[in-house]
């Protein structure tokens, strides 16, 4: 029992030395991988100045689009995500899973995780 302990601890030591002398890229898709295989229960609240336009809740994550030819980053970013049409932090009946894109030049959103 102890020597499972030991072995679980360096294991665990090793871990953490290989992912600290990865360069930050490397960490953040591993941190992304996680994630993904994980999922989250993000927030994507969209803004017309200051006031509230539309929200997506159960959104998994934000992804940057890649041109087909250049395979350059392209102005937007998309997702699927529960349109909450209240805005209420809730899946209520009626409401629906939806792909949805953002502009990276004139959007004004904030992404976080669901409080509730």
């Known amino acids: 029992m102890f020597g499972r302990t ?3 601890l360096c294991a665990l030591a090793l871990s953490v030395f290989a992912v600290v002398g990865c360069t930050q890229e490397t960490q953040n898709e591993i941190g992304r991988t996680v994630q993904n295989w994980t999922g989250t ?3 994507l609240d969209v803004f ?3 006031k509230l336009v539309k929200r997506f809740i159960r959104v998994d994550k934000l992804s940057t ?3 087909t ?3 350059t980053p392209r102005p937007y970013r998309y997702g699927y995500g529960v349109l909450d049409e209240n805005q209420n932090h809730a899946v209520d009946p009626g409401e629906k899973k939806v792909y949805f894109k953002i502009s990276d030049y004139s959007t004004s959103y904030v992404f976080y995780e669901n409080p509730m």
């Open 65 to 67: 689009a890649m041109g």
């Open 69 to 71: 030819k250049t395979d």
């Open 41 to 43: 229960n993000g927030v």
């Open 48 to 50: 017309a100045g200051e």
């Open 6 to 8: 030991i072995r679980s």
